[in-house]
């Protein structure tokens, strides 16, 4: 394996090594230049394909590379001084688990994604608790149970798949399944993969944890959570259905098109009924799960379905971003996740008040928005692609959920304060609400910036 090929990886290892031996300002600032490096390393790799062996480094993997670090330097940037003067190892933890989502990004073999998942997942189970609080032990705890079960069910698959293949390189997985007959081992082997990739993505039936994690851990670990992390999910799962495309007894797109179906419909009318607000831009990403596996269970019949399902992730990213860092701010202030703690807050600091609106209007599908060009795409590749039903699904769905969205708009703006709680914002917070804000709109309003690079991106095999 060349050096070139983790280069990115040994920037970033370096900088949180060094971060555990300074002090929590210098810690957190050696982390965003680190990020920041391995953000200029990655740009300059783009159009460069480069394997080594179990891992292979191409405009897929630079791509979500690029959401992982930037996801991760915004949420560093926006963290409160509280934490990170309580908490010096955060900057590399944080470092650490997005080491391991581009690996896992980049991953080209069964061995090395279950390796690079790890490092995704531990350092976020030891995050998840960082709240040092009931809430947050529970978080943790409940987390990493789940997630520990969920790492043994994808073993158990891919060992499934390995005694039916005999290989455990993606490629080579790839040609066994096009030349085997039906095979109930290999259906059984992939179904359990995907059973354990549901869980890190937060897929129903497997988003259990979502809701109290999403509400136990700091805003800034859920904020990472939700974006980042659901990302990283989303890449490895599509490398692998793409080893698994060929064979028509395989109709794994019809599997992935129910539990969207069920997850937009459960997420959404959940959601409805949430007073806490983490717990109910939880269940909105339960919900969106289930719009991007649109996109997924889309592939191979859609040409256009990878760039579209890509730049739904991105637009999601986005704006969940927007709402999250938004409550960091208002959350921080007012000393409460309630929805109804939020009324009036647009009265006395409208900014914040504008910039979460923006990140719930995208997510709600409204025109001129990131969300309502990545629905508008994700739909128009399902109907190409015979699955009618699930679009009429998912559009009732997305009224469904702007009426949630909507009240949480309508208690800043409208309703009378409860008292007077003003909210203020580090430079650094703003400067992150003011990124993932202008994404939206330059998304809504110039989408072919990003289309452009996404049509540079192929299916892995």
Known sequence: MEIETILPELVLAAAATVSLFLSSRKALWLGVGGLTAAIVLVTLSWGEEISGGFLIRDNFSWFFNLIFLGSALLVLL?????????????PALIIFSTIGMTLLSSSNDLVSIMLSLELTSIPLYVMAGLGRDKKSAEASLKYALLGILASAVLIFGMV??????????????????????????????????????????????????????????????????????????LAVLVRILSAFEAPVWL?????????????????????????????MLAYSGIAH????????????????????????????????????LSVIAISSNIGSDDIADYAGIARHSPLVALVISLGLISLAGIPLTAGFLA?????????????????IVAIINTVISAYYYFKVIKVM?????????????????????????AGILVMGIAPSLIMNALGQISLPF
């Open 78 to 90: 926006a963290s409160r001084l509280d934490l990170i003067l309580r908490e010096r190892e955060y």
């Open 251 to 279: 109709d794994w797109g019809m599997v992935l098109a129910i539990l969207s179906a069920l997850g937009m419909t459960i997420g959404n009318l959940v959601a409805i009924h949430q007073t806490n607000i983490k717990r």
């Open 375 to 391: 629905k508008l795409y994700i739909f128009t590749g399902a109907l190409d692609s015979g699955l009618s039903w699930l679009v």
């Open 160 to 233: 499934f798949v390995f005694g039916f293949t005999g290989e455990t390189a993606l490629p080579k997985i790839a040609q066994a399944v096009s030349k085997a007959e039906v095979n109930p081992g290999l259906i059984a082997g992939l179904f359990l993969m995907i059973g354990g990739f549901g869980f890190k993505i937060a897929a129903l039936p497997f988003h259990m944890w979502a809701p109290d994690v999403y509400e136990g851990a700091p805003t800034e670990v859920t904020t990472f959570l939700s974006t980042a992390s659901k990302a990283a999910g």
């Open 289 to 324: 799960t289930g719009y991007i596996l649109i996109g997924v269970a889309s592939l191979g019949m859609d040409g256009a379905a990878l760039s579209n399902t890509i730049f739904y992730i991105v637009a999601f990213a986005l704006s969940d971003m927007a709402s999250f």
């Open 413 to 437: 703006w409208f309703d009378e304060p409860l008292k007077v709680n003003r909210v203020t914002v580090s430079f650094l917070l703003g400067l992150a609400l003011l990124v993932s804000s």
